[in-house]
C-alpha cells in the first residue's frame, strides 16, 4: 500500500521499521486474523504455511468467506489480503518441515508437538529477531514473546512446552470462539509493532476475557 495510507498511525509505527521478514506458520483461527491485521498495520513481506483447507466449520472463528470452503487456506487467505490492503503474500500450501526462518517468526497451530518441532528450528538461530507463540482455548488466551537468543526468554518458553499427548482434552463445541481469537491476533501486532520500534515487550500475555483477567510477565 502506498505510505500515505498510514498516515493516521506514523506517529505509532512506519512502514520503514516493518519492513522486516514475517513467517506465519498456521493460518487457522490466529494466523488468519493476524496475518491480514500484519497487512493492514504496513508488513509487506509476509509469508504463510498450512497444508489444510477450508471447512465449514472453520467459518465462525476463522478469516474466511462462505465462497471459500474446499479452497487451501493459504490460497484464500492470499486473495483476501490482497483485496483488503493489495499486499502480496507469499502462500505455501504446505506444512512447515525445515525450511529456512529469518526476521519475525510467528507460531498460529494448535499442537504442541508442531510447535516444539517450530522452536527446535528458532532456537539460538541467529536470523530470527523475534518468535511468537500463540495460544489460546475457549475464552483464554496465552501469548509468548520470546527472543531465540536470550536465555532467559528460552528457560521461560521451554518450560510452556509439553507433549501433545499430556494436553487436557477439550470439547469440540467449547475449543473457539470469535473475540478470543482476534484478542490473541492483536496483541501479536501489538508485539511485532513494539518489537520493530525498539518498545519492550512483555515475555508472556494471559488474559481470560470470561473473567477479564490480564496476566503478564
Same mark, same amino acid.
Given at each position: ?8 498511525? %506514523? ?30 498495520? &504496513? ?5 504463510? @504455511? ?73 532456537? @539460538? ?72 520500534? &525498539? ?11 470470561? %473473567? ?6
Amino acid at each position: 500500500m502506498d505510505a500515505t495510507v498510514f498516515h493516521r498511525q %506514523l506517529d505509532l509505527v512506519t512502514p520503514d521499521a516493518l519492513r522486516v521478514p514475517v513467517t506465519v506458520i498456521g493460518v487457522g483461527g490466529i494466523g488468519s486474523f493476524a496475518v491480514l491485521a500484519l497487512a493492514k498495520m &504496513g508488513c509487506s513481506d509476509i509469508t504463510v @504455511y498450512d497444508d489444510d483447507s477450508v471447512e465449514i466449520r472453520n467459518l465462525p472463528n476463522q478469516y474466511y468467506k462462505v465462497a471459500d470452503v474446499g479452497r487451501p487456506k493459504v490460497a484464500a487467505l492470499r486473495n483476501i489480503v490482497r483485496d483488503f490492503t493489495d499486499t502480496e503474500i507469499t502462500a505455501i500450501n504446505n506444512k512447515f518441515a525445515e525450511q529456512p526462518l529469518s526476521g519475525i517468526v510467528i507460531s498460529a497451530v494448535d499442537s504442541m508437538d508442531v510447535r516444539k518441532a517450530i522452536w527446535q528450528r528458532v532456537r @539460538y538461530n541467529p536470523k530470527v529477531r523475534l518468535y511468537l507463540d500463540g495460544r489460546f482455548g475457549a475464552e483464554v488466551l496465552r501469548l509468548y514473546s520470546v527472543n531465540p537468543l536470550d536465555p532467559d526468554d528460552i528457560r521461560l518458553y521451554e518450560d510452556s512446552l509439553y507433549p501433545s499427548s499430556e494436553a487436557l482434552p477439550v470439547r469440540c463445541t467449547a475449543k473457539s470462539i470469535m473475540y478470543t481469537v482476534l484478542a490473541v491476533s492483536s496483541l501479536i501486532s501489538g508485539q511485532v509493532k513494539k518489537h520493530c520500534m &525498539g518498545e519492550k515487550y512483555v515475555r508472556e500475555i494471559t488474559f481470560d476475557l470470561k %473473567l477479564t483477567h490480564l496476566m503478564v510477565a
